[in-house]
């Protein structure tokens, strides 16, 4: 049974930071492609930041020079470090673990930037 748990989400204030965790379950993880994605309320989900199996990245640009993705193979989980938040980050952020034609999500963790 494949499970993506993420952990890290709650209050910030503006220009704080947190620190995503997703740690997964169910499969080889070095092989899939890992990503975090947001939805805010009323919102189409979208791509924060992904991370090929080689440890290649890609941002948002709304997200880019703020947001860090990594991956610790070892632990099967992949990380979001995010800072300089931002109102506008105020989402629900999801993992996603890919590799086609299979694609796996987690069940979400809060993130409320708000002072």
């Known amino acids: 049974q494949v499970q993506l748990v993420e952990s890290g989400g709650g209050l910030a204030q503006p220009g704080g930071s947190l620190r995503l965790s997703c740690a997964a379950s169910?499969?080889?993880?070095?092989?899939?492609?890992m990503g975090w994605y947001r939805q805010a309320p009323g919102s189409q989900r979208e791509l924060v930041a992904g991370i090929s199996r080689a440890g290649r990245t890609n941002y948002a640009n709304s997200v880019s020079g703020r947001f860090t993705i990594s991956r610790d193979n070892a632990k099967n989980t992949v990380y979001l470090q995010m800072n300089s938040l931002k109102v506008e980050d105020t989402a629900v952020y999801y993992c996603?673990?890919?590799?086609?034609?299979?694609?796996?999500w987690g069940q979400g963790t809060q993130v409320t930037v708000s002072s």
């Open positions: 996603k673990a890919d590799r086609l034609p299979w694609s796996y």
């Open positions: 169910g499969i080889t993880f070095d092989i899939y492609a």
